[in-house]
């Protein structure tokens, strides 16, 4: 099994606990209750869901704002990203974007993105394409409008995010196929130096993209990886 670290980020009590939860029932959450008896994340949460070749490990960020060290750590390296607006509640558009700014600045630039407008059960909530709208986000983006407590597009959602980090993945595969035995290749292929590919093969193979041979400077890519559907 490959394993990918996917960002389940948003503004507070917007769902990113639940959305985890109802992908894995075992899932961990760091949470204290407030003094309006609410549970809030205060250092993170974290699942896994097994996705045709893929581990999926799920980081749930805190969406209290004064916890921006823990949601910055917990965001770094980050293969794909779920990012939840609260549909019920348009007051809190405004540090959703804020949170969004500060995750999209610490990962790199063209990751994977689902958006989900949730607590679609909730009357009155948002369809995607207002929440598009009033947030200005890309015509090309995708939303999916969801409920953690009806189950809406929850398994798909995921799915969807997963085959995009398969998309992501899959050139890259094809390129590193074609240079297992030839490291130093690979590395003016990337445009990359010892240094940096060190970093990079090392990276891959703690994601299980790859094995490599220390003794005899070459490496070979792993099978298993499908697209789902
Ligand atoms: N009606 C409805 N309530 C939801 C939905 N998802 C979550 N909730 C409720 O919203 C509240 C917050 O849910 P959490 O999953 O803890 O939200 P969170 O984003 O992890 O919260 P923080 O970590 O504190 O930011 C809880 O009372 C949930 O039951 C949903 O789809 N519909
Ligand atoms: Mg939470």
């Not at 996705?51 to 921006?68: A, E, H, I, Q, V």
């Not at 607590?119 to 948002?126: F, H, L, N």
């Not at 995708?142 to 993945?169: A, D, W």
């Amino acid at each position: 099994m490959v394993f990918i670290k996917i960002l389940v980020s948003g503004p507070l009590q917007s769902g990113k606990s639940s959305y985890i939860k109802s992908l894995d029932e075992n899932a961990l959450n760091v949470e204290a209750q407030g003094k309006d008896q609410k549970f809030y994340t205060v250092a993170m949460d974290l699942g896994s869901v097994k996705l045709n070749g893929f581990d999926c490990y799920l980081f749930g960020t805190p969406g209290l704002l004064r916890f921006s060290v823990m949601r910055n750590i917990v965001t770094n390296g980050s293969d794909g990203l779920v990012y939840i607006f609260d549909a019920a509640a348009p007051e809190k558009d405004d540090s959703a974007i804020m949170i969004l700014n500060s995750i999209r600045k610490i990962l790199s630039p063209n990751i994977p993105v689902v958006f989900l407008a949730n607590k679609q059960d909730v009357e009155g909530a948002r369809p995607p394409e207002v929440i598009r709208s009033q947030n200005y986000l890309p015509d090309d983006s995708k939303i999916f409008p969801t409920s953690t407590k009806t189950g809406l597009n929850i398994r798909e959602s995921i799915t969807y995010l997963v085959n995009h980090i398969y998309e992501e993945y899959s050139s890259l595969l094809t390129t590193l196929r074609s240079y297992e035995n030839n490291i130093e290749g690979l590395g003016e292929e990337l445009k990359k130096d010892k240094a940096e590919m060190r970093d990079f093969l090392n990276n891959l193979e703690i994601k299980r993209f790859i094995e490599i041979n220390r003794v005899s400077k070459t490496f070979k890519v792993r099978h298993g990886l499908k697209y789902l559907v």
